[in-house]
């Protein structure tokens, strides 16, 4: 007993791209030589029939019915959006690490900082003391930096070029004056 065509097979016969196989079976089959010339038949039936035109309210309809199957349906987000945010978890919490291994001082009971803008051909002088509570969260920072020699974090935490950071770093005292005059202004008229 031999198999006989698929609908597939069928639809490509018709379309003159059948297969090797399937035109050496409808040529030693009856039964599906007779199936492809009933579908040749009606095919040839069907060309001159004319398909009426919709009812003008048949898509307003068919839109409704569509919007109402598909709201019930979970929205799905690209493969990439499930990839990048924890990606960016991650940078994010590499970056506050580098900062704060470059940054803060072994001795966490009490930290300064610099003032960061100073006077042209001065050194920062001003000094914020913060008296920072131990959440835990310094041991766990701690941990997680033990094993990265210092100048691995000073390289992590070198801004990227091309960055307003990156910029910052290049300009000369008198220029960042300049810079932090023209942000006080801009910062004091809004």
Known sequence: MTDHLRPEEFIEALDGQAEARASEHLAACAECRAEIDELRAMMRESAGVEAPAP?????????????AATSTLPAREP?????????????????????????VPRQHAQ?????????????????????????GSWSLVVGLASGLKASEVREAAQPAAGTADAMI?????AQRAALARLLEKEIGEQ
């Open 55 to 67: 009812s003008p309210l048949f898509w307003d309809h068919f839109s409704e019915r569509v919007r």
């Open 79 to 103: 493969w990439w959006e499930s990839l990048w945010r924890p990606a960016a978890v991650f940078a994010a919490a590499a970056a506050l690490l580098a900062a704060v291994m470059v940054l």
């Open 111 to 135: 930290q300064t900082m610099p003032d960061l803008v100073a006077a042209p051909g001065t050194a920062p002088t001003a000094v914020v003391a913060l008296d920072v509570p131990d959440d």
């Open 169 to 173: 770093d290049e300009l000369t005292p």
